[in-house]
């Protein structure tokens, strides 16, 4: 059990940096007044407080074992824990659709946290329009974080913790660059990556607001289009705006994301 403990360590600290996403839609919720009819604490509260203290634990009870070891990640170490990241976000990422929606099932309420993180589209929701502004923030959101991955996002913050991510970065990249460093050190390739991606992401919602769009159904639409994930606030998708300027918008950045980030780079 102590070969994993490493991994175990590192899902700790991701669960509870992923945790931490749970602040936006509860943001929304507080800023568009949903709390009057739902209490927003409870739908993106205890989220929040579950993966804090989730994470904050595994982090913790590993913590001196692995300074002890002080042992190098190795390939199956990458690929234990880009499996496992895969597996249990989704049951964090899945709550405020539990609580928000009482009577959608465990199945579909995970169904749609896994298709949202692994930008895969499909959804089990319907009558999108008179869902919260909140959870299509949150749906938004997961999206964005799937499009270049969780744990790219941990191997820029992992030297803060003191573990290397080369392996994390090999595990979790798909293609043949995932072999050549960009930078020389990892978690700057990490960062540089998601630099680009965060920079489209804003050009894109720049760019639909001018279109047209709200400023809400931008950031939406926007992080849907740079990670391909195909969610949308409304059944009708882009046919409800029904504007050229915005499927045009639409068309370049998808095009754009569609492209090898790190070519961009």
């Given at each position: 059990?102590?070969t994993?403990l490493?991994?175990v360590?590192?899902l700790?600290a991701i669960?509870a940096?992923?945790g931490l996403?749970?602040?936006?839609?509860?943001?929304?919720?507080v800023?568009y007044?949903?709390?009057?009819?739902?209490s927003?604490?409870?739908?993106?509260g205890m989220p929040?407080?579950i993966?804090?203290v989730?994470?904050g634990v595994l982090?913790?009870a590993?913590?001196?074992?692995?300074?002890?070891?002080r042992?190098?990640?190795?390939?199956?170490?990458?690929?234990?824990?880009?499996?496992?990241?895969?597996?249990?976000l989704?049951?964090f990422?899945?709550?405020?659709f539990?609580?928000?929606?009482?009577?959608?099932s465990?199945?579909?309420?995970y169904?749609?946290?896994?298709?949202?993180?692994t930008t895969?589209?499909?959804?089990t929701?319907t009558?999108?329009d008179?869902?919260?502004?909140?959870?299509?923030?949150?749906?938004?959101l997961?999206?964005?974080?799937?499009?270049?991955?969780?744990?790219?996002?941990?191997?820029a913050?992992?030297?803060?913790?003191?573990?290397g991510?080369?392996q994390?970065f090999?595990?979790?990249?798909?293609?043949?660059?995932k072999?050549?460093?960009l930078?020389?050190?990892?978690?700057?390739?990490?960062?540089g990556l998601?630099?680009?991606y965060?920079?489209?992401?804003?050009l894109?919602?720049?760019?639909?607001k001018?279109?047209?769009?709200?400023?809400?159904?931008?950031f939406?639409?926007?992080?849907?289009?740079?990670?391909?994930g195909g969610v949308?606030?409304?059944?009708?998708?882009?046919?409800?705006?029904?504007?050229?300027a915005?499927?045009?918008?639409?068309m370049i950045f998808m095009t754009?994301?569609a492209l090898?980030?790190a070519?961009?780079f």
């Open positions: 059990m102590s994993f490493p991994v360590h590192l700790g669960i940096l992923f996403a749970f602040l936006v839609p509860l943001g929304v919720a800023g007044g949903e709390s009057a009819d739902q927003a604490l409870m739908v993106y929040l407080a993966s804090l989730v994470g982090y913790l590993t913590l001196k074992t692995v300074r002890r070891a042992r190098e990640l190795q390939p199956r170490d990458g690929f234990l824990l880009v499996s496992l990241v895969w597996v249990v989704p049951i990422a899945m709550l405020p539990l609580f928000y929606l009482p009577n959608l465990l199945t579909d309420a169904f749609e946290a896994v298709s949202g993180l895969t589209g499909a959804t929701l009558d999108l008179l869902l919260p502004a909140s959870l299509h923030a949150w749906r938004a997961t999206v964005w974080i799937g499009g270049m991955g969780v744990l790219v996002l941990a191997v913050i992992l030297p803060v913790l003191g573990v991510g080369s994390v090999r595990a979790e990249t798909p293609g043949p660059m072999d050549s460093r930078t020389p050190r990892i978690a700057e390739t990490a960062k998601y630099g680009v965060a920079g489209l992401s804003i894109c919602v720049l760019c639909l001018w279109a047209g769009m709200s400023w809400f159904d931008a939406c639409h926007g992080a849907s289009i740079l990670s391909l949308s606030t409304h059944d009708a998708s882009f046919a409800y705006f029904d504007s050229f915005i499927e045009f918008v639409a754009l994301a090898n980030f070519t961009h």
